[in-house]
């Protein structure tokens, strides 16, 4: 493979005697991996039921390699029931080694596709907030599916400058993600135009990008709070040179240990102006050490300059107070009848025909540009409430009243999922109609409505199953 001179020279300062098996490994097959949804079912339970076979990702209790030259999960319906993500193993590093906890505050400042937002909701267990923000507008729709995919109710997704979001949420967060725009050098050896990407744009351009915005996440997090910088770069100029540039801002962060693994290769102090010996506390990916691609990581944590303690919140005061509703519309609490879970009145929101349900205790947005901010639970339509995709994805098959579950091996579930009518005689009486939860043993995949044995498909149009 053809790579740049400069980056040759790069890698071979970085790397010493290393360089040759660095570069012989262009050579070998790139490496599958697919996360389980923990949101959705134990990493044993999916085991149980996997229809291929997976080995461990040792370094991800989740994650787990497949053959990708032979088998496609994205095509097998227990994707469609959002039970894992595709992802590049090193890629699922970062949001495995934040430790972020259910009942947090979490931003996802760089998120589109959504590869870690997910890993991050799926830890929050349905309690706290995760905040998903990708500046490309384009980029976060694909975000927002794959959040609503995965089950995640407690979530915003919103396509802003982080400057901007800074006036929003001074000291706000428990827990920031930056996977930060990069180089991608990381990526040479699975996707060729990388390349090509790093000879228009390469460290210097995005390491500006990088230091405007860790400072501006720094600003975000609260005292005790704890970030984690990632890129799938090897560059220290937006590797290590970033976090001494941070530092250099904002002395109160500590640079901390990140859970081990045997492949890591430290970060390089030697690498910095100041040599600080902290450095190599952060986490380098080379794929000739591990079998995954590239990446680097660091963790830091935000000390407490005001005698803030761990835990405790700054500005109650942001709290938004939610629309109240005095009197809920009939064709909602109609439908809800068959959802177990207790709502609380104050989080529903309104707009127009959409009725939402918001996490707890966020501040006022107004002016903020969002794909989506909460669950959509449905539309108010004519006399009637249609759930929502979403609201499918996040309920459990026990949590609504009325069922149709399908095993793997009947051909109504890709039929389902290519959204068409079904037949469903031997699963329902005559008398039996209205809105089904349609699963896939026992997983949920969508709505159907049911009329005189004829299941009407509800599953949302742009999700369909494509052959
Ligand atoms: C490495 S990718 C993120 C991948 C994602 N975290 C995942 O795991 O799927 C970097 C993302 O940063 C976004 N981006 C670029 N500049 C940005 C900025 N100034 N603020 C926020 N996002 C930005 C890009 O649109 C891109 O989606």
């Known amino acids: 493979m053809n790579l740049p001179k400069a980056f040759e020279e790069k890698m071979k300062n970085l790397l010493h005697e290393e360089y040759e098996d660095y570069i012989y490994c262009f050579d070998e097959p790139r490496h599958y991996g697919l996360r389980v949804n923990t949101n959705k079912i134990s990493v044993g339970g999916f085991l149980k039921i996997a229809p291929w076979p997976l080995s461990p990702i040792p370094w991800i209790h989740n994650g787990f390699y497949y053959d990708g030259e032979h088998i496609q999960p994205a095509k097998h319906p227990y994707y469609f029931a959002g039970l894992y993500y595709l992802q590049e193993p090193s890629a699922m590093t970062p949001a495995d080694r934040l430790p972020a906890e259910p009942g947090e505050r979490v931003l996802d400042i760089c998120a589109a596709p959504g590869g870690k937002a997910t890993e991050l909701g799926a830890k929050l267990k349905g309690e706290g907030v995760l905040i998903a923000n990708d500046i490309s507008n384009s980029r976060a729709k694909g975000l927002l599916k794959n959040l609503e995919l995965f089950g995640i109710g407690n979530m915003l997704v919103l396509s802003e400058e982080p400057g901007k979001l800074m006036e929003y949420f001074p000291e706000y967060f428990d827990k920031i993600l930056i996977d930060a725009p990069c180089s991608g050098e990381g990526m040479f050896r699975k996707d060729k135009k990388m390349v090509k990407a790093w000879e228009e744009h390469g460290p210097e351009f995005f390491s500006k990008l990088q230091r405007s915005i860790i400072t501006q996440a720094a600003a975000m997090l609260r005292p005790g709070g704890s970030i984690l910088y990632s890129t799938c770069t090897f560059d220290p100029l937006e590797n290590e040179q970033t976090i001494e540039y941070l530092l250099s801002k904002f002395p109160e962060f500590e640079i901390c240990q990140i859970r081990p693994y045997e492949g890591f290769a430290p970060g390089i102090p030697e690498l910095t102006e100041s040599g600080n010996q902290e450095i190599s506390k952060t986490v380098r990916i080379f794929p000739h050490k591990m079998r995954g691609e590239g990446h ?85 339509k004519k006399n009637r409430f249609e759930p929502s995709q979403a609201l499918a994805m996040c309920l459990k098959k026990e949590e609504y009243g009325k069922v149709l579950d399908f095993p793997l091996s009947d051909t109504r579930v890709i039929r389902y999922l290519k959204g068409e009518t079904l037949e469903v005689e031997d699963k329902a009486s005559e008398k039996e109609k209205g809105w089904y939860l349609i699963c896939v043993d026992g997983y949920p995949l969508g709505f159907g409505k049911l009329n005189r044995q004829i299941l009407k498909n509800k599953y949302l149009p742009g999700w369909r199953f494509q052959p």
Not at 308 to 331: A, I, M, S, W
Not at 351 to 362: F, N, S
């Open 296 to 380: 680097y990581l660091a963790l830091l944590r935000k000390g407490s300059p005001t005698g803030f303690q761990d835990g405790e919140k700054k500005k109650p005061g942001l709290e938004k107070v939610n629309t109240r509703f005095e009197k809920l519309p009939e064709e909602f609490t109609e439908f809800w009848l068959d959802v177990s879970w207790n709502l609380e009145p104050s989080r529903l929101d309104i707009h127009g025909e959409r009725i939402y349900y918001m996490p707890k205790g966020l501040p006022c947005m107004r002016g903020i540009r969002f794909l989506r901010s909460g669950l959509l639970l449905g539309e108010l």
